[in-house]
Structure formats: C-alpha cells, structure tokens
Nanobody, 113 residues
C-alpha cells in the first residue's frame, strides 16, 4: 500500500534552515510527480513546491529563492530544503503523491525566536 512518511520538522529560529524528507513506498516512485504542501490552523492546505518525475520544479511565490524541492529516486525520497525561514513559514508540512488522495501524516515546522 502507498505510504508517505515525513521527517525533519522542528523548532528553528528565524533565518535558520531545515530539510524535510518524505520517504515513499508502495508505488513506482520514479514515474510520478511529488509535492509538498503546508497548512496552518484555520487555513486551507497550500501547495509549496512540486517536482515532476523528470525533475522539473515549481515553488509558490512566497518561498521562491528560499525553498528547494528535490528527489532521490534511488531512495524513493523527496526533500524540501528550507532556508532563510520566517515565522510565517510555521505550519504543518505534508508531502503528497502527485495530485492523488495519498498524503503523509505531516511534520510540524515552527519558526520562532
């Protein structure tokens, strides 16, 4: 069965960095797009970054130049490198299999001094 397991969240000071990982299993990882979303209380889940099977990437405007999505098909893992973090980046971050209904359980990122 499809499994997506996020890790790497935590508490970081403004300006700091974190790298999130999403380990995937149960499907042919190398042929699908993957995405990272985030959600704060009372708001809809928003797309942060997406990567195609061929490695093309797209990021939402609010994180451009700070966040980078990447994938390692040998490890069935997608990453989100987050630099220059801001308090407004605080959210639960989820990975998603393409545009499917398969989501990870989420990992909390808190940016605070």
């Amino acid at each position: 069965q499809v499994q997506l397991v996020e890790s790497g969240g935590g508490l970081v000071q403004p300006g700091g960095s974190l790298r999130l990982s999403c380990a995937a299993s149960g499907f042919r990882f190398c042929i699908v797009a993957m995405a990272w979303y985030r959600q704060t209380p009372g708001k809809q889940r928003e797309l942060v970054a997406r990567i195609t099977s061929g490695g093309s990437t797209a990021t939402t405007d609010s994180v451009k130049g700070r966040f980078t999505i990447s994938r390692d098909n040998a490890k069935n893992t997608v990453y989100l490198q987050m630099n220059s973090l801001k308090p407004e980046d605080t959210a639960v971050y989820y990975c998603r299999l393409g545009e499917s209904t398969f989501w990870g359980q989420g990992t909390q990122v808190t940016v605070s001094s």
